[in-house]
């Protein structure tokens, strides 16, 4: 009977893949065990017969063969190697960059179509008339350009006063943080545009008082709005603002309410 | 270094050099026909196989991953297309396990070209399990490691396969009176 850790010591002296080590202790093995000794020998001689096996020679035409089943691409000799090619060339050969690749352009392209999908489209005309004195547009700011804005540092008030333009419509966004009564004054020019609504994100009670060339919105605390006008046609001008608390004017600013673009 | 110049062979042939694919054939041509011609004993089957094996490997090209052995990546085309012409042609191999432990009649009068033949029936008288391990190691000289590699098994079960197949093979060739 031979040990089978043995059987392993025998396939690599066969092999010649035994250390000095693992022959000596085969050697000593076997020389104390006539069977495996017989077991090795055997083997051995299979190993060498199999020598005996000549190698064939494959048939002169095999390789033409090979070579006129092949589709080989149309290359100009004189085709320049860009290094464009080289890249491409590269993430062919090697796995990992290629399936980074195709990993990274899967997430890309499903942001892209994340985007594209879950925001509301794009406002025609008629959606533009119909939606803009809600000011149901806040999740459309993604199409709005901004076009000024000022932000509020006093010791009475702070936050942010902005405008944004898109064709038709001007926004005003009102974000004002304060522990005082606030009274905004907006002034704008009636030929360039008409008031068409107020929407509050948060804030207590306001009051908004509507003229034909200026809104006055009034509000206690903290508020967050937006006041829409509808555009009667760039170029408009500015809208003036200032922020009183109570009777005190604490700030004034002309907020230019062009397309950054047409502001170039 | 040979095995760089096999990466650059590649790159040339993915850029579409015919003569970079020449050289891959002068350089694997012989060798994959005889795994091949060893597996399948029939030259004229192992021809078109190996015609396979290199239509296959140049089609799959781009897939070929250089971060391992280019000639790894040939070597297991040519065993799984030997294995699945014989899976195809068991029946045969029968036949020829009949051959291997009767024919004795002509020994003494073609003593040498009969002990091949012996020798290669014998061969062919294993599972292809067994013989694959055999071809690889006696014939293309192949290591463990490499074998573990093509043949996409434990490199234990490449030793203990490479065992069982020397143990059959002695076997064959005693009955067929090739060894004492």
């Known amino acids: ?264 | 270094m040979k095995e760089q110049d096999d990466k650059e062979l590649v790159r040339k042939c993915l850029r579409g050099e015919k003569k970079a694919f020449e050289i891959i054939l002068d350089r694997y041509e012989k060798p994959i026909y005889n795994l091949v011609v060893r597996m399948v004993n029939d030259r004229e089957d192992a021809s078109d196989l190996t015609q396979s094996v290199f239509v296959k490997a140049y089609e799959k090209l781009n897939t070929y991953n250089t971060r391992f052995k280019f000639f790894s990546w040939l070597y297991k085309i040519a065993v799984n297309t030997a294995l699945n012409f014989i899976g195809h042609r068991k029946n045969q191999e029968r036949l020829s396990d009949d051959l291997v432990s009767e024919d004795t009649g002509l020994e003494k009068e073609f003593e040498e070209s009969e002990r091949c033949q012996k020798l290669e029936d014998a061969i062919l008288a294993l599972r292809p399990n067994y013989r694959i391990v055999i071809v690889l190691r006696h014939f293309q000289d192949l290591s463990y490691d490499e074998m573990s590699k093509i043949l996409e098994i434990p490199m234990k079960t490449v030793k203990s396969r490479l065992f069982t197949a020397r143990q059959m093979l002695k076997v064959i060739l005693t009955k067929s009176g090739l060894q004492g």
């Not at chain 1, 000095?20 to 006539?34: D, I």
């Not at chain 1, 000024?148 to 926004?171: H, M, P, Q, W, Y």
């Open chain 1, 1 to 264: 009977m031979i040990e089978k850790k043995y059987f392993e010591l025998v396939n690599k002296e066969i092999d010649g893949t035994n250390s000095k080590t693992e022959s000596a202790k085969l050697k000593a093995y076997l020389s104390r065990n006539p069977e495996g000794r017989q077991l090795y020998e055997g083997l051995l001689k299979t190993a060498n017969a199999l020598k005996r096996v000549e190698e064939v020679e494959p048939p002169k035409h095999l390789k033409q063969h090979i070579l006129n089943s092949l589709e080989f691409p149309q290359r100009s000799p004189n085709r320049k190697w860009s290094i464009l090619d080289q890249v491409i060339e590269k993430f062919r050969l090697r796995s990992t960059p290629r399936y980074a690749v195709v990993f990274v352009s899967g997430i890309c392209v499903g942001v892209l179509l994340f985007v594209l999908f879950s925001q509301p489209r794009g406002l025609g005309d008629q959606e533009t008339a119909q939606v803009s004195g809600t000011l149901a547009l806040v999740p459309e700011l993604l199409y709005f350009q901004a076009s000024d804005s000022v932000a509020v540092n006093l010791s009475e008030i702070n936050g942010k006063v902005r405008t944004f333009s898109s064709g038709d419509i001007v926004l005003a966004e009102w974000d004002l943080q304060s522990g005082v009564s606030v009274r905004a004054e907006i002034r704008f020019q009636p030929t360039d545009m008409t008031f068409s609504g107020l929407k509050k994100l948060s804030g207590g009670e306001e009051k908004l008082d509507v003229g034909q060339d200026r809104i006055i919105l009034t509000h206690s605390g903290a508020g967050h709005y937006f006041v829409s006008f509808a555009s009667h046609g760039a170029p408009h001008g500015p809208l003036e603002v200032k922020i009183y608390a109570g009777n005190r004017l604490l700030c004034q600013k002309a907020l230019q309410t062009r397309e950054i673009d047409s502001q170039r």
